[in-house]
Structure formats: C-alpha cells, structure tokens
C-alpha cells in the first residue's frame, strides 16, 4: 500500500536521524537549531511556582489576584467556571502593571517557552496584549532585563509562544497594553517550560528527532497544498474522504489497544489499562452507579434494561462534577478523539449534553488544567465521535457543564434539566488513527516517542551520566520505542512514577553500535599530533 510505503520512508529516516544523533556529537553549523521543550509546567503552583510581587488587583480582592495565574483552573465565560484569572486595578501606560514569578526552592531555570491564555472574567477589551517578559538571576528585585516581547491575539484560547532558551530565577511580565480598555488589564494563566539541554546526550538525541518531526510536518502540509491544487485543477477526479461520520453501534468491547493495523484501540478501556483516577461523586454512594461503567466497554440497554448502569453523579451544578481517567502505567498520551456515548438507566434529564474536556501532564488533582475542546452531546441511544487537535494528556478530565435537553423555565438555568445527578454510559478516548494519504497519524505518532523520551530524560538522569555509553543507549531507546509505537505496540517499560530510582537503561535491548570509519581530516590531524611529538634537533650552522 501507499501508506505503507511512507511509513517504512518516514521509519527510515527517523533511524537515521537517531543514528546520527547517536553517533555525532556535533552539529553541522548549517543546520536548523531545534530548542526541545520539557513537559512541566514550572510555573505551575502544583510544580513549587509561586507569585513574588504583584503591582495591583481589582478592589484588593483576592478573587482577582495573581495566584489565579499559576492554579491550573482557566476561566470559562460560557460555564462561569474556573478561577476569574488576574485583574489589575488600573491600566496606566505609564507605569505599567508587573506581576513577578518565582520557582520551586528558588531553583534556575532554563526557560524556552511561555504560554499565555488572556480568558478570565474581565471583558475583552481588558484582556493583555501586548507582554514583555523580563528575567533575573540574583534577586525578585532584580536587576532585570527583556528577553521577550509577546503580543497575544484577542482570543480566549491558550497561546504559546517559543523563545531562545534564558536563565532565570525570576521572570517578571510587565503588561505594556491591552485591547482598548482603560479600566484595568486582565490575564487567565500563566504556564512556562524547561527549554531541553541539548549539551546532553539524550538532548541531542530530543532536538534531532524534533528536528525530523518538524520536516515530516512541513512535508506533510506541502503535500496538503499540492493535494489541494490538483483536486482545484481537476475537479471531477476521484479523491478520498478522512471525515467520519457519526457511529451509530452501542459500545460492545473494545480493542486492545494497538490490536488494529494502523492505529491503537481505545487506551481509556478499562481492560487496555485504562482508570478512573478521580471523580467528584457518585449517585447515593451506590457502587452500582460507580465511574468505573464509563470504561468497562458495555452500554446500558434501554430495550431489555440490561448492561452497566452507566455513571451518575450525587447532585449537578455546572462544572462541579467531573471523572478523571489515566491511562496504562501513567503514561503520558497523545489523545485526538473522544467517543461519548450517553445511555445510562438515570432518566434522560440527566443525560450528560456538554462536557469540557481537559488534560494535563501533571497531577490527576490539582493540574494544572487546560481545556482542549467542548463536547456538544444529543440524547441519543449511540456513540458520538469528536475528533480534536491532538493533545498531550497524562489524564483527562471531563468536566459536565450541562445536562438534559435545557430547561425550558424562564427563571432557571439552561445547562440545568435535572438538578438530581448528571448521568453519561461510556467513554472512549483514542490515539491518531492512520490513514491513506495523511502523515498526521504517523506524526503523531513520533510525537508520543518524544514524549516519551523527555518523560525518561527527567526520571532517568543517569542517562546524562555518561557521555559516551548514553547517546547509544538514547538512541537506541528512540529506536526501540519508535518500531514499538508504528508497529501498534505502544506500551514500551519506561520508569513508572514512584521508581524512587531509574530503571537501568541496559534494560532496553541494545542493538550493536554500527562502526563509522574516522575521516581523512581526522587521520592526518592525529598523524600530524604523531609527528609534532618527535624530539626538536638544532640545525648546525
């Protein structure tokens, strides 16, 4: 098959680019530089980020202060749920709005990326715009100087934004505009990311598989556009469709995960290693109505009463009830399609009709959260597939924001049918699928290597301990979870969370490390070292 074909070239490349990697310890000065970025949230006040110094506050109330910034709960205007985010009591051009940062135990870091997310209970026109970020190294008080300017975009979504690697101890955001208000400025979180070391082995061994990701991602949009000119020059050939439609089938198993030609199964599965690892609560503390029906691959039946009763909460309030799902051995996932199926034996006023789904790669409890997409659901007897923009996830927490079909009352709240329970049958949550013309999946795939590897890079620092033995043993980690991930076998032994010591990396399957022949510059170089050593005789006159 064609697809097949790309998988074994992209499968190539990806080992050469690891074997160099592996083997090189320089780079080519022509070559692009690839920053790797780390998963955790240093700012995060679940990872020790803590607020210094904040230049002002709405009303001097502690609803609207700093620490809104760094607590993981994004404000969401249609549900009113989350923290109200910062809000500062002034905007002055002048004197500008500062808030300072600092990190666990004081620590410095290496900062390469900062994400912004402008959503808090300010209006619009209040929202941060433009954003300087400024760092120091001796003392909250600086001194400081700017790194970055950052402008945001006037839209509520989490913005990222990626700058040349800078240590600091503090980092100060110095607010210098917003969207046309002269009330106040206003922000909703604050995350910020370890820029990776590539002086590391195994950093260098990160950047280079970035650096093959990125150009498999170019590729693949190249080849988009010119897919998209010929089906413009030719309109009546026959092209292929990726869309899916809506299933119809009652949930009755699942697949074990990475049991299919061409994709995994669905990794929220109870018997694929799936878990609920929280939830807010259960319907008359009945086990009957336990979280664990969202995932045991087994609907309710509205026609014969039987199967798994489903999910049901004690009470509902709009975003107050939610269920946390993990994934096998606390593996960090690439997540890019939920299926909600709502059939459970609680009358249909509780029916779960919109969830806000978020994830995060930090703790099942406190986050830090971001919200990825806002699932719509119908009360009907079938599965409902919502494909999202892949999104790393540790856990995935659905949180219910509304349930039955709206109330109908002019005095009492849409979201809210039933103030009883909100009720959902099952959950299924997947990795990119593959399809025929379309590099996405197998990107996406890579993209769980590197996540992956970074996961290993911070568990396992003995990989960095030595400088020869750990390139090897990086790149053939790459190598081994590589042809796991493509071959559908995706549950490659890493470190689990509580290993109070790395495993070894020898425990991984060491190939024979090919052998590379010196170059002649290298032969004449060593040749001529030879020859300088030889004793100095003085010439007679």
């Known amino acids: 098959m064609k697809f097949d074909r790309t998988i074994s070239r992209s499968l190539a490349a990806v080992a050469l680019t690891v074997g160099l990697a592996g083997s090189a310890q320089a780079q080519d000065k022509t070559e692009t530089r690839v920053f790797p970025i780390d998963l955790t949230n240093i700012a995060a006040a679940a990872n020790g980020g803590r607020i210094l110094a904040s230049s002002s506050q709405l009303n001097n109330d502690a609803a609207y202060g700093a620490s809104n910034l760094i607590d993981g709960q994004v404000y969401n205007p249609t549900t009113k749920a989350g923290s109200a985010g910062w809000i500062s009591s002034k905007f002055d051009p002048v004197n500008m709005d500062t808030i300072t940062f600092g990190f666990k135990n004081n620590e410095l870091h290496r900062i390469g990326k900062f994400v912004l997310t402008p959503s808090s209970l300010a209006p619009p026109e209040r929202w941060a715009k433009d954003v300087e970020v400024q760092v120091a190294n001796e003392s909250a008080e600086g001194p400081y100087i700017a790194v970055a300017q950052l402008t945001l975009k006037r839209s509520p979504e989490p913005q990222e934004f990626l700058i040349l690697p800078t240590q600091a101890r503090f980092v100060r955001l110095m607010f210098r505009s917003n969207w046309g208000s002269d009330r106040a400025v206003a922000l909703g979180e604050v995350e910020m990311y370890d820029s990776i070391d590539t002086s590391e082995p195994i950093g260098q061994v990160i950047a280079r598989f970035e650096g093959a990701i990125k150009d498999l991602e170019n590729y693949n949009v190249s080849q988009r556009e010119m897919d998209n000119v010929s089906r413009v020059t ?51 503390k009945d086990p009957a109505y336990s979280a664990n029906n969202l995932i045991d691959g ?19 309030a709009p975003g107050r009830q939610w269920v946390t799902i993990g994934f096998r051995d606390d593996r960090t996932r690439l997540v890019s399609k939920i299926v909600i199926n709502p059939v459970s034996d609680q009358s249909t006023l509780r ?24 699932l719509n659901i119908r009360s009907e007897a079938a599965n409902q597939d919502f494909e999202i923009k892949p999104a790393e996830a540790k856990y995935v927490r659905f949180l219910f924001t509304a349930n039955g079909p709206g109330n109908p009352s002019p005095l009492g709240d849409p979201n809210i049918s039933s103030d009883r329970a909100v009720a959902l049958g099952e ?79 020898a ?35």
């Open 234 to 284: 030719a309109p009546n050939a026959p092209r292929s469709s990726n869309i899916r439609p809506v299933s119809t089938r009652l949930a009755q198993g699942d697949k074990p995960a990475g049991g299919t030609s061409g994709g995994g199964g669905n990794i929220a599965a109870a018997r694929n290693g799936g878990s609920i690892v929280d939830v807010s609560s259960t319907f008359a």
């Open 427 to 505: 959950i299924e949550v997947y990795e990119p699928l593959a399809a025929d013309n379309d590099l996405t999946p197998l990107i996406g795939r890579f993209r769980q290597i590197l996540i992956d590897l970074k996961t290993l890079r911070s568990k396992s620092p003995s990989l960095n301990n030595a400088a020869d033995s750990a390139p090897r043993n990086a790149s053939v980690l790459v190598r081994t979870v590589a042809e796991a991930r493509v071959a559908g076998r995706p549950n490659v032994s890493l470190p689990a969370e509580n290993d109070s010591a790395a495993r070894p990396v």
């Open 351 to 374: 029916w779960g009709s919109r969830i806000d789904v978020q994830v995060t790669t930090g703790s099942p409890k406190d986050g830090p959260w971001r919200s990825v997409e806002t």
């Open 507 to 541: 425990a991984v399957p060491v190939m024979e490390p090919v052998a590379i022949k010196a170059p002649v510059v290298a032969r004449k170089a060593k040749a001529a070292t030879r020859k300088s050593k030889k004793p100095v005789v003085a010439r007679k006159r």
């Open 298 to 316: 087994a609907n309710f039946s509205l026609v014969d009463g039987k199967g798994s009763r489903g999910w049901a909460s004690e009470g509902f």
